[in-house]
Every structure is written in C-alpha cells, then in structure tokens.
C-alpha cells in the first residue's frame, strides 16, 4: 500500500483540435489539416503511448466539441486500442483541468503531468524514465534533453534540455500542471531539471508543423528502433551525406537557429507572448513566416 502510494499519478495532455487563437487558427482552418492530423496522430502519437513499457497512466485528449462525425468514430476506434479519455471543449480552464485529473485518476501523494502533441511521439521508456527521477524540489520541471527529429526518411539526434515534451512533477492537492506556462518559459516559474540519456521524444518535420523545425545532426536509425516504433522507413544516410551535414548544413541551422533565437526572444521580452504572435502574422502576410516557424 505504501508503494502504491509513493508511485506518482502520471498524466498525459494532449491538444487534439482545441479552437486556437492567432497564428495557429491560419494553420488549423486550412484544408485538410485536421485530415492529416489524424493521420500523424495514427502514425506516430497513438502507437507509441500504446507501447509504453509501463502503462500506469492516464492520458487525456481535448477535442473541438463541434468535431465532425467522421472524427468521432474515428475516437471510438481510437480507444478501442489505447486507453484515453476523450473530453471536448472549447478551452480548458484552470478549474475544469483540476477536475479533469480528479474525475480520471486515482490521488497519489505526487502528480506528474507531460505535455504531448498529438504530431509526435515518445521513446517506448518515456514514462518510465520520469518516473525514475527524483525531483529536486516539491515542485520541479522534468525534461528527457535528448531526443530525435524525423523529416521525412531523415532521422535527426537533438538535444533541447527544455523541449515541448515538458513534465510537472507536484504535490497531489496543489497541481499547476505541465500547462501552467509555455515548455520553454517553466524554468522561470519552478525549478527544473534536464536529464540526459538515450533519446526520449521524437519530434516529426510536416507541412503543418506551427513551429517545429529541423534541428540536430543527422544519425543513422537503426539503433534507436527498438525503442521508438515509427522508424520504420527512416533512411540510413551515405557517407557524402554525412559529411555534408556535419561540415555545411549543421553549421548553417545554427547560425539560423541563433539569429531567430534573438529575435523571439527580443520580440518576447519587449512586447511579450501576444507581440510574438503578431510578428508572426505579419510575416505570414509578407511571405516570410517560415523565419518565425
């Protein structure tokens, strides 16, 4: 009993089409998106919660209420082969979040909460391995650094120690949770703590993707298949391609990444979240989103 208590209630929140404001509402209204979300999610998302190695979880999925049918059945199928619990609303208060973790786990002494987008998947030990740390404070951050970037056959090994699969390890009675402040602003708020390991996430490169690029250095697959599931047609690369990864592209996403970098973060600072969306908008109007994507 002791155990049992000791173990931590383990949640897992997942946007699937909630109505979104600002930039995102461009990306979501257009054609087909919520098709191919569907399909990313049957691709990557749901095979990879489903083979976790330890299934002591709970993970709850938020749905536009105005879904349409075909999607409907398409959650009934969905549950008939993980286990999550479908709740559809418009937006998810601080309240209604509270009572959703009430309604669909059992109280323990701790709560862990991770973020996950239903475009990505996990390493089939993901859950296991938060488990395993022991926070530093009652309250604490827990991000997995590394992890690995799929862009169509190409596989690529990233390390971001404050990644968008962010976790929230809390007392039980005073939950705040994963969502509580955006992955990359959780350190300002709480403490947290960046482990390194084997790769733990598995962020996918699509058409879609609101701010997912490639980042890392290309890796050949084959020794990280046994731990993801959706690796399957990921490419080995040649010796040419390695090299001019390694001596061309990698240095030229970094000195990317930084100039973008500087640019958020002054845009943040200076007008905060809401100025980022707005630079994204304009830019979007001028043909030139894919600088702030």
């Given at each position: ?30 054609e087909n998106w919520l098709h191919k979300r569907v399909d990313l999610f049957e691709r990557y998302c749901l095979p990879s ?105 190409r596989v690529f090994l990233n390390r971001d120690r404050q ?131």
């Amino acid at each position: 009993m002791t155990q049992a208590l000791d173990t931590p209630a383990y949640v897992f929140f997942t946007r699937f089409n909630l109505p979104s404001k600002g930039y995102e509402s461009y990306v979501r209204s257009a054609e087909n998106w919520l098709h191919k979300r569907v399909d990313l999610f049957e691709r990557y998302c749901l095979p990879s919660v489903a083979a976790q190695t330890d299934q002591d979880f709970a993970w709850i999925v938020y749905f536009d209420p105005h879904s349409p049918a075909w999607l409907m059945r398409k959650i009934e199928t969905w549950q008939r082969y993980v286990r999550f619990h479908p709740i559809f609303r418009e937006e998810v208060s601080f309240a209604e979040k509270h009572a959703d973790i009430a309604a669909h786990l059992t109280p323990r002494q701790r709560l862990i909460s991770t973020n996950l987008d239903n475009d990505d998947g996990l390493a089939l030990d993901f859950v296991a391995r938060i488990k395993a740390v022991r926070p530093s404070h009652p309250r604490c951050a827990i991000f997995l650094a590394n992890g690995l970037v799929l862009n169509g056959s190409r596989v690529f090994l990233n390390r971001d120690r404050q990644n968008a699969f962010c976790s929230v390890s809390e007392p039980w009675h005073e939950p705040i949770t994963c969502w509580a402040h955006p992955h990359n602003a959780l350190s300002r708020h709480m403490p947290f703590m960046s482990v390194d390991g084997s790769p733990g996430w598995l962020q996918v490169i699509h058409g879609d993707n609101v701010s997912n690029r490639v980042r890392g250095r290309r890796v050949a697959p084959g020794k990280y298949r046994s731990n993801f599931v959706a690796l399957e047609t990921a490419a080995d690369p040649a010796l040419g391609e390695l090299l001019r990864e390694r001596f061309v592209r990698v240095p030229v996403r970094t000195m990317t990444e930084t100039v973008r970098a500087t640019a958020k973060h002054t845009i943040l600072w200076t007008l905060g979240p809401q100025g980022i969306d707005r630079a994204k908008n304009l830019w979007r109007r001028r043909n030139f989103l894919k600088f702030f994507q």
